[in-house]
């Protein structure tokens, strides 16, 4: 897969918030033993309240980075000559993220086609990914265009 950005050398395999619940519900029993907690709570009403405190931050993690493919999107798709500029700046915040802006409809899945006719695609805004749990955050658009021939990703027709 192609990117706009530069991928992390390594990518983890995705979790999702059950696999992440079942590990910390696992963990808790033995870290109160050690922290010399005097009662544990029942572990039906502990793992209840890990679950909603990881499916709260997995909700506001997928809030804040949806809004900030969004506005990565709006910028990208209205920078013209400054593309460049604006990818770099948003670039990093999108990494400290594990955002992946997808620049390449490789991935059809991953892109909305939104208008034209032909068998070429012309980029129009990029597909936003996120790599902890492998989904999208915000389809890409790509319209289709009849002669691939001089056009370069993201120009305006």
């Known amino acids: 897969m192609k990117t706009g950005i530069a991928d992390p050398p390594a990518r ?34 502990l793992a209840t309240a890990v679950r909603r405190a990881v499916l709260d931050e997995f909700r506001t993690r997928a809030q804040f ?25 948003m670039t990093a915040h999108l990494r400290e993220l594990r955002l992946l802006r997808v620049t390449e409809p490789e991935e059809s899945d991953r892109f909305v086609v939104t208008e034209g006719e032909g068998d070429a695609f012309q980029l129009l805004s990029p597909a936003y990914v996120d790599e902890l749990t492998g ?21 305006e027709a």
């Open 12 to 45: 983890p395999d995705p979790i999702d918030a059950m696999t992440m619940i079942k590990g910390v519900v696992e963990r808790i029993p033995k870290a109160l033993e050690a922290a010399g907690a005097n009662e544990v709570p029942p572990s039906g009403a």
């Open 65 to 89: 980075a949806g809004r900030l493919a969004e506005i990565d999107a709006l910028l990208w798709s209205r920078a013209g000559g400054s593309r460049e500029a604006i990818e770099g700046a």
């Open 135 to 155: 989904k999208v955050i915000l389809a890409g658009q790509l319209r289709r265009v009849a002669d691939p021939a001089g056009m370069t990703w993201g120009e």
